[in-house]
């Protein structure tokens, strides 16, 4: 059962929200909140999967809430609920360590379908939305910066395919290994790299040469090009 915490200063949103997850039969809301603080609360308190935040809360808002949370408990998986995708607080909730985002008047299933991907570390985030996020991130870089050494060939291969905005099951799939070990890769490289998530790891793909401006991988040193990384 994956369990949710969702904050939102509107009574009808929350118990929207709570229906149709609840209505999906894997996922239970665990607490409610009505402002950042009660949130960061709730989350303290429940240790949710998955935590749905507004960004436009009185007292504490949804940034600040998302900072503390994750100030306290790294891991923790947020989502950011928007009423819509250009909110320039909604990225910085991403720089902070948001995992992905939700359009409130998405359709039911692809916020089920989202919460689902969050609760496994997948951002829900379509290719299309993850360049937005990647572009706003790199818009004050001039150059790339030299990858770690500390990766291994194959972490490298993941971190580029992660940056293209391939799902797990879609990077296994190039690679010719198993989903579990993708994880490992992602979970492994995430850690090295001292980052809060995957949408994190996709920005850094590109700050490190991995992914050209068209989002197209280009193979890091040393890595096989038989693995699929460079394939066009």
Same mark, same amino acid.
């Given at each position: 059962?994956?369990?949710?915490?969702?904050a +939102?200063?509107?009574?009808?949103?929350?118990?929207g929200?709570r229906? @149709?997850?609840?209505a999906?039969?894997?996922?239970?809301?665990?607490?409610?909140?009505?402002?950042?603080?009660?949130?960061?609360r709730?989350?303290? /308190?429940? /240790?949710?999967?998955?935590?749905?935040? +507004?960004?436009r809360? #009185?007292?504490?808002?949804?940034?600040?809430?998302?900072?503390?949370?994750?100030?306290? $408990?790294?891991?923790a998986?947020?989502?950011?609920?928007?009423t819509?995708?250009? +909110?320039?607080?909604?990225?910085?909730?991403?720089?902070?360590?948001?995992?992905?985002?939700?359009? *409130? +008047?998405?359709?039911?299933?692809? @916020?089920?379908e989202?919460?689902? /991907?969050?609760?496994?570390?997948?951002?829900?985030l379509? #290719?299309?939305?993850?360049?937005?996020?990647?572009?706003r991130?790199?818009?004050?870089?001039? $150059?790339?910066? #030299?990858?770690?050494?500390?990766?291994?060939?194959?972490?490298?291969?993941?971190l580029?395919?992660?940056?293209?905005?391939?799902?797990?099951?879609?990077?296994a799939? /190039?690679?010719?290994?198993?989903?579990?070990?993708? *994880?490992?890769?992602v979970?492994?490289?995430?850690? *090295?790299?001292?980052?809060?998530?995957r949408?994190?790891?996709?920005?850094?793909?590109?700050?490190?040469?991995?992914?050209d401006?068209?989002f197209?991988?280009?193979?890091?040193?040393?890595?096989?090009?038989?693995?699929?990384?460079?394939?066009?």
């Open positions: 059962m994956i369990r949710v915490v969702v +939102d200063d509107q009574a009808l949103v929350r118990a929200v229906m @149709m997850l609840e999906a039969g894997d996922m239970e809301v665990c607490g409610e909140a009505a402002d950042g603080a009660e949130a960061v709730l989350v303290e /308190r429940h /240790r949710p999967d998955v935590v749905l935040m +507004d960004l809360m #009185p007292r504490v808002d949804g940034l600040e809430a998302t900072r503390r949370i994750l100030a306290a $408990q790294p891991s998986r947020i989502v950011v609920l928007t819509f995708s250009e +909110d320039e607080n909604l990225y910085a909730a991403l720089g902070a360590g948001a995992l992905g985002f939700l359009v *409130k +008047d998405d359709p039911p299933a692809r @916020m089920v989202s919460v689902r /991907r969050a609760a496994t570390g997948e951002p829900p379509a #290719p299309s939305v993850l360049r937005r996020v990647v572009e991130a790199l818009a004050a870089e001039r $150059q790339a910066v #030299p990858l770690p050494p500390g990766l291994t060939g194959r972490e490298a291969q993941v580029t395919l992660v940056g293209v905005g391939l799902s797990n099951a879609e990077i799939d /190039r690679l010719h290994v198993g989903v579990t070990t993708v *994880k490992s890769h979970a492994a490289l995430i850690d *090295k790299l001292g980052l809060r998530n949408t994190q790891a996709a920005v850094m793909a590109h700050r490190f040469g991995l992914v401006t068209g197209t991988p280009v193979a890091p040193a040393g890595s096989d090009r038989e693995s699929g990384v460079s394939g066009s």
